[in-house]
C-alpha cells in the first residue's frame, strides 16, 4: 500500500466537494436536457463514433441471425418457403380483387373530387439488434435522415403498427414502440366504431385502454384499428386485438388490455410509411410579396426556397 | 514506457467493452437479468487502479453511455459518479475483504445504483418499473467473482498493472 494515498477511514473534504460538483453538473445536464431535448443536436453531432458503435453492438444479434439460417435445417426451410409462398399467393389474389375496388374508388373520388389516396408511400428498414436501456421499448432501425427517415414516421410491420420514429441520426433513427409506457395511440375499435386511446403499460409487452365509458360495447377479441385522429397515422391500420375489459380501479371507466398485433419482440423488417397524399385543407400560405428585389437594399435579398427532402422508397 | 502505454490501452479497452456489452441485447427472457457493465467494470478498475479512475473518468464514461442509450444526458453519468465515489472511499477496506464480503459490497452498491436510476425515472415522469427491475444487481453481484478473477489474470497476463 505505497503508493495508495486514500485513507483508511475518513475521506478528504476536497473528495467530497468535487462529487458534489459531478453531482450538480449531472443534474444540470439531466434538467436542461429533459427540458429542451438538446441531446439529440449532440447526439446527432456526435454521430460519427456513436453510429459504429450501434454497428459493431449490433453485430451479435446479426450473426445469430445469420448462423440460425446457416444452421436451419433443409426440412424447415423448405416448409417456411412452401409457407411463405402460400402467402404470397393469398396475398396476390386478394390484391387482385383490391386492384378493382381501388379502381371504383378512384373513379368515386375523381367524381367527388377529393384528393385522399390509400396509396402506400413506403420504405423498408432493418432493425438493429441494440438494447436502448432496460424497460425502453424502443428500437433501432437502419436508415436515417439521409434516407430522408423523420421524427413522428410510422412504422409498421406486416401485421400492424409497431410504433413511430421518435428520433433520426444520419444513418439510423429510433422508433419508439406502441407498448412504450409514453406511447398513446388514438385508436378505434372495428366492430362498433367506438374512439379511443391505447397506451403502452408498465410491463410493456402489451397495450392498456383506461378511459372506455362504462356502457360502451366491448368485448374481449375486438379488433382495434388506428383512428387517424392526431394526424400521426393514417386510419385503417391494425392496432391489437383486445385481450380483457374489466372495470377501472376508479370505477368510473372500463379498462381494456390488448396485445399488439404487429410481432414487436420478432420483426427483423420493418416498413416506415412516408407521408401520405396532401390532406385536403386550406392552401399552404403565399409568401409575402415585398417590392421587386432590385430595389431591395443590398443584403435583404435572400432566397427563400424551402429545400424538400428527398422522398425516397417503394411505392 | 511502452508498458504503461499498454495498460493504458487496455484500461480503454475494457471501459469500451462494457459500453458495447451494455448495448448488445438479450433475449427477451432474459433481458431483466442483465447486470450493468459499465459499473462492474469501473469497479474493478476503481478497486485495482485508483490512480487512473476518478470521479472525472466515472463522468465521462457515463455521459458515453448515455450518448449511447439516447434516454437523459446526465443520468449515467450521475449514477457512475456516485457509485465510483463510495466505492473509492471504501476502497483500502474493499480490496482487503474476502471474495464473498466484496460480492455483498458490490451488491448493496448495485442496489443503490437501481435506486438511484428509480429515482431519477420517477421524476423524469416515468412510471414505476415492475419487479423484475430489480433482479439486475443480484446478477451483477453474481458475476462480480468471476469478472474480478477473469480480469485480474488477464492483467498478469499481459503484465500491466
Known amino acids: 500500500m505505497g503508493q495508495d494515498s486514500s485513507p483508511l477511514f475518513a475521506g478528504s473534504v476536497a473528495g467530497t466537494l468535487r462529487l458534489i460538483g459531478y453531482l450538480a453538473l449531472a443534474m444540470v445536464l439531466m434538467v436542461l436536457d429533459h427540458r429542451n431535448g438538446w441531446m439529440w443536436r449532440l447526439r446527432y453531432g456526435a454521430a460519427v463514433a456513436v453510429e459504429p458503435l450501434y454497428r459493431l453492438a449490433g453485430l451479435p444479434v446479426e450473426g445469430m441471425r445469420t448462423l440460425s439460417v446457416a444452421f436451419a435445417d433443409r426440412q424447415r426451410l423448405t416448409e417456411q418457403n412452401q409457407r411463405l409462398r402460400e402467402d404470397l399467393l393469398l396475398a396476390n389474389a386478394k390484391l387482385n380483387r383490391m386492384a378493382t375496388v381501388a379502381e371504383q374508388n378512384e373513379r368515386l373520388k375523381e367524381l367527388l373530387d377529393t384528393q385522399h389516396s390509400l396509396e402506400l408511400n413506403v420504405q423498408l428498414a432493418r432493425v438493429v439488434g441494440v438494447d436502448l436501456g432496460a424497460y425502453r421499448r424502443r428500437l433501432l432501425i437502419n436508415v436515417g435522415a439521409r434516407d430522408g427517415v423523420r421524427p413522428g414516421q410510422p412504422v409498421i410491420d406486416a401485421h400492424g403498427v409497431m410504433g413511430q420514429i421518435v428520433e433520426t441520426l444520419p444513418t439510423t433513427s429510433v422508433a419508439m414502440l406502441i407498448t412504450d409506457p409514453n406511447n398513446a395511440l388514438p385508436v378505434t375499435i372495428e366492430r362498433t366504431g367506438l374512439r379511443t386511446i391505447a397506451y403502452g403499460s408498465r410491463e410493456g409487452d402489451r397495450l392498456v385502454l383506461p378511459t372506455i365509458p362504462m356502457a360502451a360495447d366491448v368485448k374481449a377479441g375486438d379488433r382495434l384499428l388506428t383512428s387517424g385522429l392526431g394526424g400521426r397515422f393514417p386510419p385503417g391500420f391494425p392496432v391489437g386485438r383486445i385481450t380483457q375489459v374489466a372495470p377501472a380501479t376508479t370505477g368510473m371507466f372500463l379498462e381494456a388490455r390488448a396485445q399488439p398485433s404487429a410481432d414487436i419482440d420478432r420483426s427483423e423488417d420493418v416498413l416506415l410509411l412516408h407521408e401520405q397524399a396532401e390532406p385536403a385543407g386550406p392552401p399552404a400560405p403565399v409568401p409575402p410579396m415585398g417590392p421587386p428585389s432590385d430595389l431591395a437594399p443590398a443584403g435583404a435579398r435572400s432566397t427563400a426556397a424551402p429545400a424538400r427532402p428527398v422522398k425516397g422508397g417503394v411505392r | ?161
Open chain 2, 1 to 161: 514506457m511502452n508498458r504503461q502505454r499498454l495498460s493504458l490501452w487496455w484500461f480503454i479497452a475494457t471501459l469500451v467493452f462494457a459500453l458495447l456489452s451494455m448495448l448488445v441485447p438479450l433475449p427477451a427472457v432474459l433481458e431483466p437479468f442483465k447486470p450493468y457493465w459499465p459499473a462492474l467494470f469501473l469497479l474493478y478498475w476503481s478497486l485495482e487502479a485508483n490512480d487512473r479512475v476518478g470521479l472525472g473518468v466515472a463522468f465521462t464514461l457515463g455521459l458515453a453511455a448515455d450518448l449511447l442509450d439516447g434516454v437523459l444526458l446526465g443520468e449515467q453519468a450521475l449514477r457512475l459518479t456516485a457509485l465510483v465515489f463510495i466505492a473509492l472511499r471504501f476502497r483500502s477496506r474493499l480490496r482487503f475483504f474476502p471474495m464473498w464480503q466484496q460480492t455483498l459490497a458490490v451488491l448493496a452498491l448495485l442496489i443503490n445504483d437501481r435506486i438511484l436510476l428509480t429515482i431519477v425515472r420517477v421524476f423524469a415522469g416515468d412510471a414505476l418499473p415492475p419487479a423484475s427491475w430489480w433482479i439486475s444487481p443480484f446478477v451483477g453481484a453474481a458475476l462480480w467473482p468471476f469478472l474480478f478473477l477473469l480480469l485480474d489474470d488477464l492483467r498478469m497476463r499481459l503484465r500491466i498493472q
